[in-house]
């Protein structure tokens, strides 16, 4: 796991959502050591006319913008892992859309393993099973 939600400013745009939703999750797997097989990822745009940073819509700014929501089980990653990811992410991003004005978030979520899971099961419950 982790659960995965991208804010995009702008239209939707089909090229731009795949090459999000697989820098999103390289950089997932390499820098949190999340594997893919579990990352649910979401994306969704919001119009630039409807997106304020400081009381000015994105559009009035010509800018663009994201905001990326993670979650995952508490104490699986390090403060320093969490930090990288988050400067990597927003490289990532800036790359994809020059344009890209600063005040752009993300969000690590640490969920409590007993409160967190897929498939029914809680991730403390993986990890009881797991024998760890």
């Given at each position: 796991m982790p659960h995965i939600v991208v804010h995009l400013s702008g239209?939707?745009?089909p090229q731009l959502t795949r090459n999000v939703v697989d820098r999103v999750m390289a950089l997932t797997q390499s820098v949190l050591?999340?594997?893919p097989p579990v990352?649910?990822?979401a994306v969704q745009y919001?119009?630039?006319d409807t997106w304020f940073i400081g009381g000015d819509t994105?559009?009035?700014l010509n800018r663009t913008a994201f905001h990326l929501d993670i979650s995952i089980t508490d104490e699986t990653n390090t403060k320093?892992?969490?930090a990288r990811y988050l400067r990597?992410?927003?490289a990532a991003m800036a790359a994809l859309r020059p344009d890209?004005?600063?005040v752009s978030y993300v969000h690590l979520i640490d969920a409590r393993a007993a409160a967190y899971g897929y498939g029914g099961l809680t991730q403390e419950y993986r990890h009881q099973q797991a024998g760890v």
């Open positions: 239209t939707p745009d050591g999340k594997q990352m649910a990822i919001i119009a630039a994105l559009a009035d320093a892992e969490k990597e992410i927003h890209l004005h600063e």
